[in-house]
């Protein structure tokens, strides 16, 4: 039990700490231990079928059970939703990152759990249970948006290998008023607001990589176009002249999305000129 009290909220364990820690098994995204009377959830966000999601500080946790409908008498939802009166200590690990199991802290359930409609296993729909949770401490640990985005990015892959059937079918179950929300740790890269702006001025008006002009004016009368690192930021990239170009919302995106050698290119060559 020592152990337990030492690990802090946004540590992160792997599988083998973590059982050591709690005294639970290796597998399952609900792990009772006798040993330390403890009830690990782990809330996988990278290979579950479940649909979990924080909204508003709570984080709605799907409950035991991969195929067909769940009951809150089948083992570990019954030791979850008994959590307030049998003394059973529960604690929540998120997954974001393969095999990296970040720790939440203990929590405690915020509401009754209630049911609704998600795909099983096997793709059908059934009734699942959810249990509202929140960290006692009444503090979630924020993520870094590279890996929110990188968490995306994989899902997106995974989407795209499903039938349209597949896809319409999880569409219409995860269409919700309310949108999960996390809080996330931004980095961003201090940029010269003198590079960006000379830039700017250096396009006159006209996108640097297509040669069209700006999309509209903005506010202040200005062509309205964006700055863009030909080497990212990201990517160790110099924030400088030689380094920057002005381009319209649309070849900005295409940079990001496509990052293609010929347009290198041609910006360096601009540039350069």
């Not at 690990?40 to 067909?68: A, F, K, P």
């Not at 968490?151 to 995974?158: F, G, H, I, S, Y």
Request: charge should be neutral; glycine fraction near 8%.
């Amino acid at each position: 039990m020592d152990e337990i009290a030492d690990i802090k909220p946004g540590d992160e364990l792997d599988n083998e700490r973590l059982c050591q820690i709690f005294g639970c098994g290796p597998q399952g995204g609900m792990r009772r231990s006798k040993k330390t009377n403890t009830l690990v959830l782990i809330c996988n966000h990278v290979e579950s079928i479940y649909d979990d999601r924080w909204i508003d500080g709570v984080l709605h946790y799907t409950g035991m059970g991969q195929s067909g409908d769940q009951s809150l008498d089948f083992m570990q939802n019954k030791t979850l939703v008994q959590s307030g009166t049998n003394s059973v200590g529960v604690h929540l690990f998120e997954v974001h990152k393969r095999r990296v199991y970040t720790y939440v802290g203990e929590v405690a359930l915020a509401a009754q759990p209630y049911q609704e409609s998600q795909t099983d296993e096997g793709g059908h729909s059934r009734k699942v249970w959810v249990f509202p949770i929140v960290p006692k401490s009444g503090v979630v640990p924020p993520i870094s948006v590279d890996v929110i985005n990188e968490l995306d990015q994989r899902k997106a892959k995974q989407a795209r290998r499903l039938s349209d059937d597949e896809i319409a079918a999880k569409a219409r179950q995860s269409g919700r008023v309310k949108v999960g929300m996390q809080a996330a740790i931004i980095k961003q890269h201090q940029r010269s607001v003198w590079v960006a702006e000379h830039a700017k001025r250096r396009a006159q008006g006209q996108c640097e990589l297509c040669k069209e002009s700006a999309p509209f004016i903005d506010s202040s009368g200005r062509p309205y176009l964006e700055t863009h690192h030909i080497q990212w930021l990201a990517r160790a990239g110099a924030d400088t002249i030689e380094n920057t170009a002005a381009l319209c919302p649309n070849c900005h995106r295409r940079m990001h999305v496509l990052d293609d050698a010929d347009d290198l290119q041609k910006l360096r060559r601009l540039i350069d000129g």
